[in-house]
């Protein structure tokens, strides 16, 4: 067996297939440009590493999140689709 860790080129092969496959909008602030694989349901909760627990989500985001429950981060931080249309620029 291997470490089982979370780190190298196990996470560079999950990045590349979740990227592929949901796209580069981070799910965590809606911005474009993600770059690393989140977890739905954190790893420390008994989240999996399948494609259908993780999301692409930008580092930062990712770590400031850490192991906070979706929901709760979703409170914290609400998506920008869901603020009203403003275009004042
Ligand atoms: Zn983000």
Same mark, same amino acid.
């Given at each position: 067996? !291997? !470490? ?6 196990? =996470?560079?092969? %999950?990045?590349?297939? =979740? %990227?592929?496959?949901? &796209?580069? !909008?981070?799910? %965590? ?10 977890? =739905?349901?954190?790893?420390?909760? &008994? &989240? !999996?590493?399948?494609?259908?627990? #993780? ?14 429950? #979706?929901?709760? +981060?979703?409170?914290?931080?609400? %998506? $920008?689709?869901?603020? $009203?249309?403003?275009?004042? +620029?």
């Amino acid at each position: 067996m !291997t !470490t089982g860790g979370w780190g190298g080129r196990r =996470v560079a092969a %999950l990045r590349a297939a =979740v %990227l592929a496959h949901y &796209g580069t !909008t981070c799910h %965590l602030c809606g911005m474009p440009g993600a770059d690393s694989p989140d977890h =739905v349901i954190p790893r420390a909760h &008994g &989240g !999996t590493d399948d494609l259908a627990n #993780l999301r692409p989500a930008h580092r930062r985001c990712n770590s400031a999140r850490r192991d906070m429950p #979706l929901e709760q +981060w979703r409170a914290a931080h609400p %998506l $920008p689709s869901r603020a $009203p249309p403003s275009r004042r +620029w």
